[in-house]
């Protein structure tokens, strides 16, 4: 149903793409989670259907950004590192509605034209960590908080937990279990200033990783085991 039914059908493309090339890549991801993980999803319902919207998420694998952008009901544009942007790849995931953000130096390009996205209504989706890790989340970067606070947008968190591949182990299980937990949207203080920015950034390190130790619970518990796909 999510393949024919995709959701997010007012939401404005960036100027470099259009819907039909999102949607097409909205597909790609859909595939690629059938194929590669047994999905275990819960509350997508949570994630509001219209309107200026930054969904971030932990991030432990390349594989994460697929995930999300083939299962949310949004056409969501991530800002993903400028070095994945390069080649075959690099073309895919311009077309399909990507930035490419250069890390560590001050990239105003990308930022400025997802800030406009979101002022449109658009989503934009950010790995506010910055980089793969063991994705809880106990530091991130200031980019998400500023395109929030900017744009007056809602934050919805994401936790995600399983793409990556356990450690210790030399092999990836076939078709492993991949979690992932939506969390409620709340808003960021509104504003272009340090004091905005910093609050807003704030308040999503403290959201997104109180989402993870609620996943990382559920799991152990089992009760994320019993989501449905």
């Given at each position: 149903?999510?393949?024919f039914n995709l959701g997010g059908?007012?939401?404005?493309?960036?100027?470099?793409?259009g819907p039909k090339g999102m949607d097409r890549?909205?597909?790609?991801?859909?595939?690629?989670?059938?194929?590669?993980?047994?999905?275990?999803?819960?509350g997508m319902d949570r994630v509001p259907t219209?309107?200026?919207?930054?969904?971030?998420?932990?991030?432990?694998n390349f594989m994460d950004g697929a995930v999300?952008?083939?299962?949310?009901?949004?056409?969501?544009?991530?800002?993903?590192?400028?070095?994945?942007?390069?080649?075959?790849?690099?073309?895919?995931?311009?077309n399909v509605g990507q930035y490419a953000l250069v890390r560590d130096v001050p990239d105003r390009e990308p930022l400025l034209k997802a800030l406009a996205q979101l002022k449109a209504g658009g989503a934009i989706g950010i790995f506010p960590e910055g980089t793969r890790g063991a994705g809880n989340v106990?530091?991130?970067?200031?980019?998400?908080?500023?395109?929030?606070?900017r744009a007056g947008a809602v934050v919805v968190p994401v936790a995600l937990r399983g793409t990556a591949r356990p450690?210790?182990?030399?092999?990836?299980?076939?078709?492993?279990?991949?979690?992932?937990?939506?969390?409620?949207?709340?808003?960021?203080?509104?504003?272009g200033g340090k004091t905005a920015v910093a609050a807003a950034t704030e308040e999503i390190r403290q959201q997104l990783a109180a989402l993870v130790v609620t996943l990382d619970a559920?799991?152990?518990s089992g009760a994320s085991a019993k989501a449905t796909r």
């Open positions: 149903m999510r393949w059908s007012a939401d404005p493309p960036p100027e470099h793409t890549g909205r597909r790609i991801g859909i595939t690629l989670c059938f194929f590669m993980y047994r999905m275990r999803v819960r219209s309107g200026p919207l930054v969904v971030v998420a932990n991030h432990q999300l952008f083939g299962l949310l009901p949004r056409r969501v544009s991530f800002l993903v590192k400028a070095e994945a942007v390069k080649g075959p790849l690099g073309w895919l995931l311009t106990t530091n991130v970067f200031p980019g998400a908080g500023w395109l929030a606070a450690e210790g182990r030399k092999h990836r299980r076939f078709k492993p279990e991949v979690h992932m937990l939506v969390g409620d949207p709340f808003p960021v203080p509104r504003g559920d799991i152990a």
